[in-house]
């Protein structure tokens, strides 16, 4: 009933750039949050960045200053810029939304896919 699609990741050198894309579709009644989370191998998910309706990007302090977050509401899509990559960046990363796919259903968490980003050294 609801999909989330990522986009971007990829193999990119320590300093470079990646722009991750996720796309929501589907029943969307309304979307509360959108995000960034990722995994590193034998690590715990954790959150990159998100964005709650109506407030302020919340970032993890390892990434501030090199990584923004935005949206694009009319699409439902959410974006993550992500400059000056280091290798301690890599890790799948996946979107998660919060949304009701209808006025009688409670708000529910839904996940991406998930996108391998790898920063060589």
């Known amino acids: 009933q609801v999909q989330l699609v990522e986009s971007g990741g990829g193999l990119v050198q320590a300093g470079g750039s990646l722009r991750l894309s996720c796309a929501a579709s589907?029943?969307?009644?309304?979307?509360?949050?959108m995000g960034w989370y990722r995994q590193a191998p034998g690590k715990e998910r954790e959150l990159v960045a998100s964005?709650?309706?109506?407030?302020?990007?919340n970032y993890a302090d390892s990434v501030k200053g090199r990584f923004t977050i935005s949206r694009e509401n009319a699409k439902n899509t959410v974006y993550l810029q992500m400059n000056s990559l280091k290798p301690k960046d890599t890790a799948v990363y996946y979107c998660?939304?919060?949304?009701?796919?209808?006025?009688?259903?409670?708000?529910?968490?839904?996940w991406g896919q998930g996108t391998q980003v790898t920063v060589s050294s």
């Open positions: 589907g029943r969307l009644f309304s979307i509360n949050a």
């Open positions: 964005f709650i309706s109506g407030g302020s990007p």
């Open positions: 998660n939304a919060r949304i009701r796919i209808s006025i009688m259903r409670a708000w529910d968490d839904y």
